[in-house]
């Protein structure tokens, strides 16, 4: 899953895609790179965001979802909010990827795909000394709770997210990484997000000794590491900026795992095949 955010303020690519042909060609890009899908989204949720009216989110995404989805592209709306998620189906988006879990009902009543991720509390504040007693547990309780709901009220194809860095500690998201296995069993496709994330810059800082975070476009080692231990894990869809890179460590994970009998992790549509 590529990552295309029309948006001034994302943490990583605020302001390179505001401009919507800017952002096609992003997106065109990223299926070219071999994303399965392109996940539009107008509106940050990187802690401390600025929240983003409906009018304004629609306003960004709905133009490039179209483009995108005329020119064959399988795209993902990136969105809390029910208008905006039945406004990007109306335009092409074939999944709703909801970081709050709570817009199952829109995706069941359009048909399309969910991914349900955790997230404790909400971007505002959730970074708030986060507390949790047994991590893993906890986020695989709810995640089950709301992919259960979701498939129960008529949701053909529900993914799981931990949703790493959305409320939780540099320990909590390693917690969550080392216990991947135990997600990918929970009964439901899983999807993980780790790119260029603050978690990666942090180890980046701790392998030097350093107390200098990497910005995020410096975090691709650790973006295709975590996308590879994902995928060794269980995971079976990452969502990444940097598509070709991540497209090329899963598939010599999936080659150093399998053998020469492994199957290869195609740029066509990047699926595996076997
Ligand atoms: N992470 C971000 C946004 N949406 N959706 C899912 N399912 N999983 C994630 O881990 C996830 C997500 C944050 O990254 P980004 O979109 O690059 O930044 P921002 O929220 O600042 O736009």
């Known amino acids: 899953m590529g990552v295309l955010n029309v948006t ?7 302001g390179r895609f505001i ?10 890009r990223l299926v070219e790179e071999g994303a399965d899908w ?42 809390r909010k029910p208008e905006v998620a039945e406004a990007a189906v109306a ?25 349900a991720m955790h997230m404790r509390g909400d971007p505002a504040t959730m970074q708030a000394e ?4 047994d991590v893993v547990a906890e986020v695989r309780d709810f995640l089950v709770e709301r992919a259960e709901a979701a498939r129960d009220a008529g949701v053909r194809e529900v993914w799981i997210d ?26 439901f496709p899983l999807l993980v997000g780790t790119s260029r994330k603050t978690t990666l810059g942090r180890l980046a800082a701790r392998a030097d000794g350093s107390d200098a975070v990497p910005p995020p476009g410096d ?4 973006s ?24 090329w460590a899963a598939e010599a994970v999936v080659a150093s795992a399998g053998g020469a009998g492994a199957g290869s992790f195609s740029k066509e549509g990047a699926r595996w095949h076997r």
Request: charged fraction near 20%.
């Open 8 to 14: 001034p303020d994302s943490f990583s690519d605020g």
């Open 19 to 28: 401009d919507p042909a800017a952002a096609v060609a992003h997106g065109r």
């Open 38 to 79: 392109v996940d539009v989204g107008g509106e940050s949720t990187r802690p401390g965001a600025d929240p983003v009216p409906a009018d304004e989110e629609m306003r960004r995404v709905l133009p490039v979802i179209e483009a995108l989805a005329v020119s064959g592209a399988q795209v993902s709306i990136d969105t």
């Open 91 to 115: 335009a092409g988006a074939r999944m709703i990827n909801d970081v709050s879990a709570g817009l199952a009902d829109v995706a069941a009543a359009s048909g399309v795909a969910f991914v």
């Open 130 to 133: 986060p507390v949790y007693d």
């Open 162 to 187: 931990p949703g790493i860095g959305f409320g939780k500690t540099l320990d909590h998201n390693l917690d969550l990484l080392a216990n991947l296995d135990v997600l990918a069993a929970a009964g």
């Open 219 to 222: 975090r691709l080692a650790g």
């Open 224 to 247: 295709v590491a975590t996308a590879a231990w994902a995928y060794r894990c269980g995971a079976t869809m990452v969502r990444a900026h940097d598509v070709a890179a991540t497209v």
